[in-house]
């Protein structure tokens, strides 16, 4: 049952340090989408890839955030440095960009930053 | 992406049909309407999308009026486990464009 895997499933840490979010989108998919859901914000799109390469990243704090994808199979998204109101659940998803087809999202990561 | 608008909830027995309704009447031509649910503590899922012709599948029916500024989501049965947030997105299918962008959606809450 093909899926998107998300790792760690909560992370809890302390202000200032780094956290990095790992993805691995379903297998043939060349599109992943980094969201950030909090209970105030809701779901607020981060970043968005296509074949590797960031086409959408003006959702997503510079300064601290980052999002790569080393490869296909994996995308990570890293805080450096964390702070407290970057407590929220982050979600990956990936689809197919050349189909109309939907976009499957992971369980998500659960980021607790005191 | 075109902005929809959508109640902030409803709710309906089991068993009913659920009828969720979504404004988008700046819609462009090549936009489609998605329908995304999220169920307490997980990930969002898809249930479905549409152009202009209505759609069906096994978990929902979506109705386009004619000039696509509207739409609605129909759960046929409803059931406790389709208490959700759901979500009524327009967005292109393809192009450097086509991000998934969420609004608040609409809480569907079930009773038995």
């Known amino acids: 049952d093909a899926r998107v895997t998300q790792t760690p499933r909560h992370k809890v840490t302390e202000m200032g340090q780094e956290v990095t979010m790992r993805c691995q989108p379903i297998?043939?998919?060349?599109?992943v989408f980094w969201y950030r859901q909090t209970m105030m914000q809701g779901l607020e799109l981060l970043a968005y890839?296509?074949?590797?390469?960031?086409?959408?990243d003006s959702g997503m704090p510079k300064d601290r955030f980052s999002a790569e994808m080393p490869d296909a199979t994996l995308a990570t998204l890293k805080i450096q440095p964390s702070e407290p109101r970057d407590s929220a659940v982050y979600f990956c998803?990936?689809?197919?960009?050349?189909?109309?087809?939907?976009?499957?999202f992971g369980q998500g990561t659960r980021l607790t930053v005191v | 992406d075109a902005k929809t608008t959508q109640p902030p909830s409803m709710d309906c027995a089991e068993g009913r049909a659920a009828n969720l309704p979504c404004n988008h009447s700046?819609?462009?031509?090549?936009?489609?309407v998605y329908w995304y649910r999220q169920i307490h503590s997980q990930g969002p899922q898809y249930i479905i999308h549409?152009?202009?012709n209505n759609e069906t599948n096994e978990m929902a029916s979506l109705i386009i009026t004619e000039d696509r500024k509207s739409s609605t989501l129909i759960l046929p049965h409803a059931t406790l486990r389709d208490t959700a947030v759901y979500y009524c997105?327009?967005?292109?299918?393809?192009?450097?464009?086509?991000?998934?962008?969420f609004g608040k959606g609409i809480t569907l809450s079930v009773r038995p």
């Open positions: 998803a990936s689809g197919e960009s050349w189909s109309y087809t939907e976009a499957f």
């Open positions: 297998l043939g998919h060349n599109t």
């Open positions: 890839f296509r074949n590797r390469a960031p086409l959408d």
């Open positions: 700046t819609i462009s031509g090549n936009e489609y």
């Open positions: 549409g152009l202009k």
């Open positions: 997105i327009v967005r292109v299918a393809t192009g450097a464009n086509s991000k998934l962008t």
